[in-house]
């Protein structure tokens, strides 16, 4: 017969108080108003540049702008108090210096008609105040990022569907510079894989997370490399068959790698096994060649992309100029409003709009514009790491990887590291779709991050077993008999 424990045993003290966790909102609200002085001064910087005078909408932008920020601020303080405090200031500033440089080459533009009468600045800004009334809709309605998780294969069918969609209409309707990747209806255009790439991260999460024991422990070693079963290969071959199609069919070589590299990335978080990255990469390349090689509108894009002067008034014009672009900014750039970025043609859309920051702001900016996209992705990774459920760890890491995968592949394309894309610069170039997406995309890791931060609820107190003696409330008659008598 066991011995019966002490009365310490028994009646353990409770566990210390969780530590008070710091909201950090008030540093919010701070850096908002930096990324605020940081937008406005380069505002009056492109108008003293261009016009030498302040522009006529300066004040009023600048109070609109700061009123939209701080509803913002007071929406995370109501309903995210634990958010990551640098995510809203980040993607505010990137989006305000983006409408900065949109209606610097506005004028270029409306006179080319390139942009509407009206300029796209205007229309940017009107997607941005859209793109934080969804944000806000998104953090008052989705109270719990796990509520994802049961609808992980209809995020997966909506996803598929919505990426398909443009390679199935006729090529009036989806097909834009070249690249077949947008819904054009009723003078309206969307690109509906910005939003599928939510849903698919959603739903990739969801199933690493209920296949990773299988996907990692399910493998042989040979020559030092965990190689995974044939029938686990399934979901890889199947997301590259996608990848292929929609490379071969739309001609997007961005969405394609954006996809395909975001799952396999996903499936190298979920399993830590390497083997994994080796074979998608050799995948993706090989996949990628063979189709270069057969069908000619990719190879086209191949070709300008490793020999951009061979044909500098053709196919390679937009890769040769946007190289000139970079090498006439040099260190620190021309100055906002002084440069040449608008001969590159469409320089405030996609990737284009790298252009305008290398030239304008130089090496210098164009390397604090990085910093601030790295730091967005740093705490989606950080919040990552802090969740403490399965799916939001993959989910918040998944979008994390995407952003970060966006970023590289459209500023990989206009530096020469990989063929010119056309994704857009997250929060940066002109677009309401992307501007959306990406502020959902926000949404949801101040949505986790709350989750992470926020502190435990208080562990219930262990009630004393009958008979023994509670040294804190002084105890009773009958445990003092019991324990000492």
Do not use: C, H
């Given at each position: 017969m066991a011995a019966k424990p002490s009365a310490s045993e028994a009646y353990a003290p409770p566990p210390p108080a969780e530590p008070e966790i710091p909201k950090r909102r008030n540093a919010e609200l701070l850096l908002l108003g930096l990324a605020l002085v940081l937008g406005m001064f380069a505002y009056a910087n492109v108008g003293l540049a261009m016009h030498d005078k302040l522009p006529a909408n300066f004040w009023p932008v600048g109070f609109g702008f700061a009123v939209v920020l701080l509803i913002a601020h007071l929406a995370v303080r109501w309903l995210a108090p634990y958010a990551d405090p640098l995510i809203l200031p980040l993607a505010a500033g990137i989006n305000g210096l983006g409408l900065v440089l949109i209606s610097r080459l506005d004028p270029y533009n409306i006179a080319n008609k390139l942009a509407p009468a009206g300029g796209a600045a205007k229309q940017q800004a009107i997607f941005s105040v859209i793109g934080v009334v969804v944000l806000i809709a998104v953090l008052y309605f989705l109270r719990d990022h796990?509520?994802?998780?049961?609808?992980?294969?209809?995020?997966?069918?909506?996803?598929?569907?919505?990426?398909?969609?443009?390679?199935?209409?006729?090529?009036?309707?989806?097909?834009?510079?070249?690249?077949?990747?947008?819904?054009?209806?009723?003078?309206?255009?969307?690109?509906?894989?910005?939003?599928?790439?939510?849903?698919m991260v959603s739903f990739f999460a969801a199933y690493l997370h209920a296949k990773r024991d299988t996907l990692a422990l399910a493998s042989r070693k040979v020559f030092g490399i965990w190689i995974p079963r044939g029938r686990d290969m399934g979901p890889l071959i199947v997301c590259w068959a996608f990848a292929m199609l929609v490379l071969i069919r739309e001609t997007d070589l961005g969405v394609s790698l954006m996809f395909f590299g975001a799952f396999v990335i996903m499936l190298y978080l979920a399993t830590e096994r390497a083997s994994w990255l080796i074979f998608g990469v050799l995948m993706f390349i090989g996949g990628a060649v063979l189709v270069g090689l057969t069908f000619s509108h990719v190879q086209v894009r191949f070709e300008s992309w490793l020999?951009?002067?061979?044909?500098?008034?053709?196919?390679?014009?937009?890769?040769?100029?946007?190289?000139?672009?970079?090498?006439?900014?040099?260190?620190?750039?021309?100055?906002?409003?002084?440069?040449?970025?608008?001969?590159?043609?469409?320089?405030?859309?996609a990737d284009y709009i790298m252009d305008t920051v290398g030239e304008e702001l130089g090496l210098v900016g164009l390397a604090a514009l990085l910093i601030g996209y790295g730091l967005f992705v740093a705490r989606g990774l950080k919040t990552a790491l802090l969740v403490r459920d399965p799916y939001g760890k993959l989910f918040a890491a998944g979008l994390a990887v995407t952003f970060a995968l966006q970023v590289f592949i459209t500023a990989g394309g206009v530096m020469r590291v990989i063929p010119?894309?056309?994704?857009?610069?997250?929060?940066?170039?002109?677009?309401?779709?992307?501007?959306?997406?990406?502020?959902?995309?926000?949404?949801?890791?101040?949505?986790?991050?709350?989750?992470?931060?926020?502190?435990?609820?208080?562990?219930?107190?262990l009630s004393a077993p009958p008979g023994f003696f509670d040294p804190r409330s002084g105890g009773n008659d009958g445990a003092k008999k019991a324990v000492h008598g």
């Open positions: 796990k509520v994802l998780q049961r609808y992980a294969y209809i995020s997966a069918l909506v996803g598929l569907i919505l990426i398909a969609l443009p390679a199935v209409l006729p090529a009036s309707m989806s097909e834009v510079n070249g690249a077949r990747s947008w819904v054009k209806f009723a003078g309206l255009s969307v690109q509906p894989a910005e939003f599928a790439k939510l849903l020999n951009p002067f061979g044909d500098v008034t053709g196919n390679s014009r937009q890769t040769a100029q946007s190289l000139y672009a970079f090498a006439n900014g040099g260190l620190f750039g021309t100055g906002l409003g002084q440069g040449y970025p608008y001969l590159v043609g469409f320089a405030n859309n010119l894309t056309g994704l857009p610069m997250p929060f940066l170039a002109y677009g309401g779709s992307a501007l959306l997406a990406n502020w959902i995309l926000a949404a949801l890791l101040l949505r986790i991050s709350d989750a992470a931060r926020r502190p435990l609820p208080p562990a219930l107190p």
